[in-house]
C-alpha cells in the first residue's frame, strides 16, 4: 500500500502529461506571428466556415470580381462545390503552408458559390497515427470533390486515397508520381519552378554579404531541396563572381539539414539552434528553405544584438514582416492561380492529368493573378544591390542567362551537366547531388 | 478473484467491499464529461455535438469503424501487456521504446529477405518485433532488478534511446534512396503489407493477433500460477517471497512479456499501418495504453472494451476540425480526464 | 506548564494504545515517561503535541482543558515535540531551517531568527551555529536545533522520544545539562524513554506504561528500584504470572536445529560479534531483552535475511553460511514476521490464492484443491473466514492463524517475531498450542517478544539481550521472572553471558 502511496504523485503526472499534451497541439510547428498574418488569418477564418461570407468579404480585396461571386452566390448556395486541403503544417506558419492556404482561399474567393475546407497540422508530432488516406477521407466525407495534398511524404498517400476514390480529384504540390507513371488517373502534380526564386535568392545573399558566408536552412533530404540548394548556390556564386567580380574561392556555401520541413522536438534539429550555429559560425546571410520562420527570426535577434546578419525567408510573400530589417527579400510560391484553373477545370468536368512545373510570369513575377513563384525585395537590400538583382532577374527571363549550364559537377565529382549543354527539366528536378562547393550532405 | 460462496458462515466482506466499483466508475464518467463539457463550452463548441461525433463518431462509415479497429488492435496489445506489469506492481513507461524497438525488429526480416513467401515474413516479422520488444524490456527489467533504477526512470530514459535509434535509421541506414527525411523509410513492397478487406484499410489479421494475445493474457492472469504469484509480487513483494515467490524473476518475466507484446503492437504499426518505419511509429499508443491500464488496472478482462472505447474516441475525433472547427485533441482531453477522475474516485473509494 | 491528561483514550482498530490514561506532569521538572515497545508511550505523546486527536479523554494545559488540532496549535499553546528522527531539510542551513520551520510571528525576520539562535544555543551550551548546514549536523546538534525551534516558537513543555537514540553519550550529556537548565527555568519536559539509566540519572518523576494503561499507582518521584520498574514495564510481576502448565520437555538431547560458530553481523548501529549458539531442535527458545538489543538480528541470522559477515551458520547439519532466506526455507526454516500484513501475507489476496501459492509445482493453478487447503485449515486452525476472503480482511488473531496453517507439515524450524502482537488473550493461546504442538513434533521454534509472561510461559530455553551482548542458552527452569527482570535490566548480567558465546559491541 506505502509503495502504492508514493508512486501516486508519478501517476498525476503522468496523468497530467497527457492531458497536457493533447491540449498542447502543436507549439513547435507555430512560428513567433506577426500581427500581419494574425491579421489576415482572422479575417479570413470566418470565410472557411461559410461560404456566402466569403462574397460579401470579396469587396473589399478584389473590386472586380467580386460583383460576380456576390450575385452567383445565392444561386449555387444549396450546392457548394467543395474542395479540400490537407497541409503538413499549421496553416499560419508564415511559410509553405500558409501559402499554400491562401492560394486556397484565392480559389474559394473567385469560384461562386464554392467551399474550401481544410485539416492542417497532418504530421506525426501533431497528429500521431493519422494518416494522409485518413484525413483525405474525412474531407470526401464532409463533402469535398477536388483535394489538394501539399507535401512530398503525401504522395504515396493521395495515390491510395485517388484509386479508392476514382470521383475525386487530386492534386498532389510538390509531388513527382504522375511524372514517374505511378499515379493514378485522377491525380495531378503542380509545382512553381521556384528553382529561380531560389537563384534570385542566391544572387540577393551574395550581393549583399560582406563575409561570403553564406548558410542554407535546410528542410530534409530530396531531390527537391537538392535542386533548391544548388540553385540557390548557382545564383550566389553568378552574382559573387560575376556580377561582383569577387574571387569564387571567397565563397562558401553551407547547407544544414534538419530532418523535416518543420521543427519537431526529439526528431529533428532545432532550426532556432542552427541558425544560431551560422550565426557563430560567421555567416553573414542566412537563406531558408524550411518551411517556418527560425531563420529570420535569429537573424534579427543577432541583429539587435549587435551583429549584422541578413536572413531570405522562404515560400511566403509576407514572410519579410516578421523582422523587416534583416529581410533581403523572400522567393515565394503564389498558389492561387494554377489552383483557380485546376479546380475550374475540375469542376467543368474537364481535368487532365499532368505533371506541371510552371514557370514564373516572366513578363512580372511578382503578378498576383498570373506567377505562381515571384521574389519581393526585402527592405535591408541596398538600393544598389536591388539594381543589380533586377538586372540579373532580367537576364533570367529573357534566357540570355541559364545556371544550369555545364560545366557543372555533383559534389562527388561525377558530372551532372557536361560542358557546353545545359540541363532539362527533368535532370534538374531529380537532383542527384548536391553541387561541387557546396558544404553539406547529399545522400544520394 | 475466486467465486466460491458455499463456505462456512463468517467475516461480513468490508466496507470498501461493498461499493460497487460500478457506482464509482459511474461518477469517473460523470466527471469526466462534466470537465470535458466545461472545456468544450470555454472553446464555443457545443458539446452534445462533440459528444455525438466523439462517440458515434467511428461507427459512421465503414472505413471509420475499420481505422477504429487498427487502432485498436495495437492498443490493446500494448494495454494487455501493461496487465502484467500493473499487475507486478509495475509502472512500465518504457511501453512506447518497446513498442518502437519491435517495430524496428520487425523491419529487419522484411528488409534482409524481401523474397521469401509473404504469409512466411509477417510471421517473421511478428516474431522479431516481440522480441525485440521484450529485449528492449529486459533492459529496463535489467535497470530495475539489478541496478535498482525505478522502472519509470528506466523506461523514459529508454523510450528516448529508442526514438534515437528509430530516428537513426530513419535518417542514416534504412533511408529512402536519395533522400534524408524524417517523414520515414522507403515504403514496404504493397506485397508485404499485411491484407486488408476491399477497400477498407483493415487487415483482420491485426485484431486477431490482439485478441489472441489478450485471451492468453487473461487466463495467465486469472488462471495460472505464474498470474497468480505475478498479483502476489505486485501487491506485497516481502510478503511473496517469504512464501517462496521468486520476485525478482517475476518482475522481469512481467516487463519482458509486456515488452513482447509491444513489440507486437510495433509489428503490426510496420506491416499493417504505416508500411514503412517512421521515427513517431508508436504514434503515442503506448502511453494511451497506460491511460487504459490506469483504468482496468491489473484486469485483463476489461482491456477489450477500454481500449475499444478509447480508440473509439480518438478515430471519432479525427473529424472535429473539420465538422466543428475544434481540436481533434479534445479527445486526450476526455480519456486523461476520465483516467483522472477514475483515481480520483478510487482514491475516496479507498478513504472509505 | 502544567501538562495533564485525564481518562486519554485513544484507539487504532482493536487495538487500544492508550487506554484511560491519567496523569500530571508538573512544570519545573523533568518527567520520565517508561515503557516497552507498543506500550502507548509514543500515541501518549503524539496526543500531547497534536499529532494525533484523542478518542476519549482530555489534555488540560495549567488545568484547562485544550483541543491540540495539530503540531501548530500545540506549539502555540505551549508544547513542542523532539522526534526521535529530526524532521528538518537537509540541504537548507540550520537558519534556514529555523527560518522555514517557525512561523512568521515567532521569527518575523532573518536578523531576528539568527540571533535568537545564538542565543539560545549559547544559553543551552549548544553546537549549533547558523551557518552549519544541517547535512554537516550530527543527529544531536540536529536535535538542538530542533529544541532551539521550539523554544523559539514559545514552546514551554517540550517532549522528547528516545532522544537519546542515535546519539552519542556526550552529546546526550550535554543534552541532559540542557534539560535541567530548561527545567529550572520553569519549562516542563517529558522524557520518553525504555532506558533505566537515563531515567534514573535525569528525572524527577516516573510514569509506566504497558499495554496502554497507567502501571502501578500512577506518577511516581524519583528514585525508584530498578528491578521495580522492570517489573512494572514487563509484567512478569512473578505473583501475577500463571504457573507454568504446558508440559514442558527435559533438556533435548536432539542434534541442534541451528549451530552458529563464531558469527558477527550488524545491522545499523548494533552488531554482533564472535556469536556461538546451537538451538535445539525440539524446544522453543524466547529471546528476551529490551527492545533493539540485538534479538532482530539473530532472528534475521536465522531465517537467512541476514547474511553473517563472519563465521559459520548450519542448519540440520547443512552449512547455510552465506545463503539468502530462500535456502532457508529450502532447508525447512519458516519465518513469522510481526507485522504480517507487511511481510507475511499478500492482504489483498484471498485465503484461497495464498494456498494456491503454496501448491507444488503446476502452472495451471488447482482452485478446487487451493479452496479445499483452505478449507481445511479453516477448520483445523479455527480460522473465522472464508476461502474467498482476502486475508487483510481478517481479524488479526485469525491472520496469524492462517500464517501458521500455511506451514508445511515437515517444516524444521520455526523463527517468530512476536508471534501474540496484537491478539486477544483467547487467540495467544490458540496460537501458542499450535506452536507447542510444532514443538512437540520436533520443530525448533525460537521467538522474540517484549512480553516477559510469555517468555517464562513458553520457553523451555531463554536467552537474554542486554546492551548488545547474549546470555548463553538458560533452561527456562532456572530463571525466576524477578531473576528474568533483572538480567534484562542488566544486574548481575555476567553471570549468565555465554562463556565464549555471545558478545556484542
Redesign the interface.
Known amino acids: 500500500?506505502k509503495r502504492a502511496l508514493t508512486r501516486w504523485p508519478a501517476l498525476l503526472i503522468l496523468v497530467l502529461g497527457a492531458i497536457l499534451s493533447a491540449c498542447g497541439g502543436a507549439p513547435a510547428s507555430t512560428p513567433t506571428e506577426s500581427p500581419a498574418t494574425e491579421a489576415t488569418e482572422s479575417a479570413e477564418a470566418p470565410a472557411a466556415t461559410e461560404a456566402p461570407a466569403a462574397a460579401t468579404e470579396a469587396p473589399a480585396t478584389e473590386a472586380t470580381e467580386a460583383p460576380v461571386a456576390a450575385t452567383e452566390a445565392p444561386a449555387t448556395e444549396a450546392e457548394p462545390y467543395i474542395f479540400g486541403m490537407v497541409l503538413v503544417g499549421p496553416i499560419n506558419d508564415g511559410g509553405w503552408n500558409q501559402a499554400q492556404y491562401e492560394g486556397m482561399k484565392y480559389v474559394e474567393e473567385r469560384i461562386p458559390g464554392s467551399k474550401f475546407i481544410y485539416i492542417d497540422k497532418v504530421n506525426p508530432a501533431d497528429r500521431p497515427n493519422v494518416k494522409v488516406e485518413q484525413v483525405i477521407d474525412e474531407l470526401i466525407a464532409q463533402g469535398a470533390t477536388f483535394v489538394v495534398t501539399n507535401s512530398a511524404e503525401f504522395g504515396d498517400g493521395t495515390n491510395i486515397a485517388a484509386e479508392a476514390n476514382p470521383d475525386v480529384t487530386f492534386i498532389h504540390a510538390s509531388g513527382d508520381s504522375v511524372l514517374a507513371g505511378k499515379a493514378p488517373a485522377n491525380v495531378g502534380n503542380i509545382m512553381g519552378k521556384m528553382i529561380y526564386g531560389k537563384m534570385m535568392a542566391g544572387c540577393a545573399a551574395a550581393l549583399q554579404s560582406e563575409t561570403g558566408k553564406i548558410s542554407y536552412l535546410g528542410p530534409l533530404i530530396d531531390p527537391e531541396t537538392r535542386r533548391l540548394v544548388n540553385s540557390a548556390y548557382l545564383g550566389a556564386k553568378y552574382c559573387w563572381t560575376d556580377v561582383l567580380g569577387k574571387p569564387a574561392d571567397q565563397l562558401s556555401f553551407k547547407v544544414t539539414w534538419i530532418g523535416f520541413w518543420f521543427n519537431i522536438p526529439g526528431v529533428t534539429l532545432d532550426p532556432t539552434q542552427v541558425a544560431n550555429d551560422f550565426i557563430n559560425g560567421g555567416s553573414d546571410v542566412i537563406l531558408s528553405g524550411i518551411d517556418t520562420t527560425e531563420a529570420i527570426v535569429e537573424a534579427n535577434k543577432a541583429t539587435q544584438a549587435g551583429k549584422k546578419v541578413y536572413a531570405i525567408p522562404y515560400d511566403y510573400k509576407a514572410a519579410c514582416e516578421q523582422a523587416p530589417d534583416v529581410c533581403l527579400g523572400v522567393p515565394y510560391f503564389n498558389w492561387g492561380p494554377t489552383y483557380l484553373k485546376a479546380i475550374s477545370d475540375a469542376k467543368a468536368g474537364t481535368f487532365q492529368q499532368s505533371f506541371d512545373w510552371i514557370a514564373p510570369d516572366w513578363t512580372n513575377i511578382n503578378n498576383p493573378d498570373t506567377s505562381i513563384v515571384g521574389f519581393e525585395n526585402g527592405a535591408a537590400l541596398s538600393a544598389d544591390n536591388a539594381t543589380k538583382l533586377d538586372a540579373f532577374i532580367a537576364q533570367l527571363a529573357d534566357g540570355s542567362l541559364n545556371l544550369y549550364t555545364g560545366p557543372l559537377n555533383y559534389q562527388d565529382g561525377t558530372p551532372f551537366v557536361a560542358d557546353g549543354t545545359t540541363a532539362d527539366d527533368k535532370t534538374i528536378w531529380y537532383s542527384e547531388q548536391l553541387l561541387e562547393g557546396v558544404d553539406g550532405q547529399s545522400a544520394p | 478473484?475466486?467465486?466460491?460462496?458455499q463456505?462456512?458462515p463468517?467475516?461480513k466482506?468490508?466496507k470498501a467491499?461493498i461499493r460497487s466499483p460500478l457506482l464509482f466508475g459511474a461518477l469517473a464518467l460523470v466527471g469526466a464529461l462534466i470537465f470535458t463539457s466545461i472545456v468544450l463550452l470555454s472553446s464555443g463548441v457545443p458539446p452534445l455535438e462533440a459528444y455525438r461525433l466523439i462517440f458515434l463518431g467511428a461507427f459512421s462509415t465503414p472505413v471509420r469503424i475499420s481505422d477504429m479497429i487498427m487502432l485498436a488492435a495495437p492498443l490493446m496489445l500494448c494495454s494487455a501487456g501493461l496487465t502484467l506489469t500493473f499487475a507486478a506492481g509495475l509502472y512500465n513507461l518504457g511501453v512506447e521504446g518497446q513498442m518502437i524497438l519491435g517495430a524496428v525488429a520487425a523491419m529487419i526480416p522484411l528488409r534482409l529477405f524481401p523474397d521469401l513467401p509473404p504469409p512466411l515474413l509477417w510471421a517473421l516479422a511478428f516474431a522479431c518485433g516481440a522480441a525485440g520488444g521484450a529485449a528492449w524490456a529486459t533492459l529496463a527489467a535489467w535497470l530495475r532488478v539489478g541496478l535498482r533504477v525505478n522502472e519509470i526512470f528506466a523506461g523514459l530514459g529508454l523510450n528516448f534511446l529508442a526514438s534515437g535509434i528509430a530516428l537513426y535509421l530513419v535518417l542514416g541506414p534504412w533511408r529512402r534512396v536519395g533522400q534524408a527525411s524524417s517523414s520515414g523509410t522507403e515504403p514496404l513492397p504493397n506485397a508485404l503489407w499485411l491484407p486488408t478487406l476491399d477497400k477498407l484499410r483493415l487487415a483482420p489479421i491485426a485484431p486477431i493477433v490482439a485478441l489472441i494475445a489478450l485471451a492468453i493474457i487473461w487466463a495467465a492472469v486469472t488462471?495460472?500460477?505464474?498470474g497468480?504469484?505475478l498479483?502476489?509480487v505486485g501487491?506485497?513483494p516481502?510478503?511473496?517471497?517469504?512464501?517462496?515467490?521468486?520476485a525478482a524473476r517475476r518482475l522481469a518475466e512481467s516487463l519482458a512479456a509486456c515488452g513482447a507484446l509491444a513489440g507486437l503492437a510495433g509489428a503490426i504499426q510496420i506491416i499493417g499501418v504505416f508500411h514503412q518505419l517512421i521515427p513517431s511509429i508508436s504514434s503515442g499508443i503506448g502511453l494511451l495504453a497506460l491511460l487504459v491500464v490506469l483504468l482496468v488496472r491489473a484486469n485483463p478482462a476489461w482491456v477489450l472494451p477500454v481500449a475499444a472505447a478509447f480508440a473509439v474516441f480518438t478515430v471519432g475525433s479525427v473529424q472535429l476540425p473539420l465538422a466543428l472547427g475544434t481540436d481533434s485533441s479534445i479527445a486526450g482531453v476526455l480519456q486523461g480526464a476520465l483516467v483522472l477522475f477514475a483515481l480520483l474516485a478510487r482514491g475516496l473509494s479507498a478513504r472509505k | 506548564m502544567e501538562v495533564s491528561v485525564h481518562n486519554l483514550t485513544k484507539v487504532f482498530g482493536t487495538l487500544r494504545a492508550n487506554d484511560g490514561v491519567s496523569l500530571r506532569f508538573a512544570e519545573g521538572q523533568i518527567h520520565g515517561v517508561l515503557g516497552e515497545n507498543g506500550a502507548g508511550k509514543s500515541t501518549l505523546m503524539k496526543l500531547l503535541s497534536g499529532f494525533l486527536r484523542p478518542d476519549g479523554g482530555e489534555v488540560l494545559l495549567e488545568g484547562k482543558p485544550v483541543a491540540l488540532g495539530d503540531p501548530g496549535a500545540a506549539l502555540r499553546a505551549g508544547v513542542g515535540m523532539v522526534h526521535q528522527e529530526p524532521l528538518d531539510v537537509p540541504g537548507f542551513s540550520a537558519l534556514e531551517n529555523l527560518l522555514c520551520a517557525a512561523p512568521r510571528w515567532a521569527l518575523p525576520s532573518r536578523t531576528e531568527a539568527r540571533n535568537t539562535l545564538t542565543v539560545l544555543a549559547g544559553r543551552l551550551g549548544f553546537s549549533v551555529a547558523p551557518d552549519d548546514p544541517i547535512s554537516a549536523l550530527t543527529v544531536g546538534q540536529r536535535q538542538q536545533l530542533e529544541i532551539i525551534r521550539l523554544l523559539a516558537c514559545g514552546a514551554r513543555a517540550l517532549i522528547l522520544d528516545e532522544p537519546t537514540t542515535g546519539i552519542t553519550a556526550a552529546q546526550a550529556r550535554s543534552l541532559f545539562v540542557a534539560l535541567r537548565r530548561l527545567a529550572a527555568e520553569g519549562n516542563t519536559v517529558l522524557f520518553v524513554s525504555h532506558k533505566l539509566d537515563e531515567v534514573a540519572d535525569l528525572c524527577d518523576t516516573v510514569s509506566v506504561l504497558r499495554a496502554g494503561r497507567v502501571v502501578g499507582e500512577g506518577q511516581m518521584a524519583m528514585p525508584q528500584p530498578q528491578e521495580r520498574l522492570l517489573r512494572m514495564m514487563f509484567g512478569g510481576g512473578g505473583h501475577s504470572s500463571p504457573q507454568v502448565e504446558t508440559p514442558r520437555r527435559g533438556v533435548s538431547t536432539a542434534p541442534p536445529a541451528w549451530q552458529l560458530n563464531r558469527v558477527a553481523a550488524r545491522d545499523g548501529n548494533m552488531a554482533l560479534t564472535d556469536l556461538n549458539l546451537a538451538i535445539p531442535a525440539g524446544a522453543v527458545v524466547g529471546l528476551a531483552g529490551l527492545e533493539g538489543s540485538g534479538q532482530q538480528i539473530l532472528l534475521r541470522l536465522l531465517c537467512g535475511q541476514f547474511r553473517p559477515s563472519a563465521g559459520r551458520i548450519s542448519l540440520a547439519g547443512a552449512d547455510l553460511t552465506g545463503a539468502g532466506?530462500?535456502a532457508f526455507?529450502r532447508g525447512g526454516v519458516e519465518?513469522l514476521?510481526a507485522d504480517r500484513?507487511?511481510?507475511?501475507?499478500?492482504?489483498?489476496?484471498?485465503l484461497?490464492?495464498?494456498f494456491?501459492?503454496?501448491?507444488p509445482e503446476?502452472?495451471?493453478?488447482d482452485?478446487r484443491a487451493a479452496?479445499g487447503a483452505a478449507?481445511q485449515a479453516?477448520t483445523d486452525y479455527s480460522i473465522?473466514?472464508?476461502?474467498?476472503?482476502?486475508i487483510?480482511?481478517?481479524s488479526g488473531g485469525n491472520q496469524q492463524r492462517a500464517m501458521l496453517a500455511?506451514i508445511p507439515d515437515n517444516t524444521r524450524a520455526l523463527v517468530c517475531e512476536q508471534p501474540t502482537r496484537g491478539l486477544d488473550v483467547a487467540s495467544a493461546r490458540a496460537i501458542w498450542g499450535r506452536l507447542l504442538a510444532r514443538r512437540d513434533a520436533g520443530c525448533a521454534v525460537v521467538f522474540a517478544t517484549a512480553d516477559l509472561d510469555e517468555i517464562l510461559e513458553y520457553s523451555d530455553y531463554v536467552l537474554v539481550f542486554f546492551a548488545g551482548q547474549i546470555s548463553r542458552l538458560l533452561p527456562r527452569a532456572e530463571l525466576s521472572a524477578p531473576r528474568l527482570a533483572e538480567l534484562i535490566g542488566g544486574v548481575d548480567f555476567a553471570t549468565v553471558a555465554g562463556s565464549r558465546g555471545a558478545t556484542a559491541t
Open positions: 500500500m | 478473484m475466486t467465486t466460491s460462496n463456505a462456512a463468517a467475516q466482506p468490508p467491499a488462471r495460472t500460477r505464474w497468480l504469484e498479483r502476489a501487491l506485497n516481502q510478503a511473496a517471497g517469504r512464501m517462496g515467490v521468486p | 532466506a530462500a526455507r519465518y514476521p500484513l507487511v511481510e507475511g501475507v499478500v492482504g489483498p489476496l484471498t484461497a490464492e495464498h494456491a501459492l503454496l501448491q503446476g502452472a495451471i493453478i482452485r479452496e478449507r479453516i473465522k473466514a472464508m476461502p474467498a476472503s482476502p487483510m480482511a481478517l500455511m
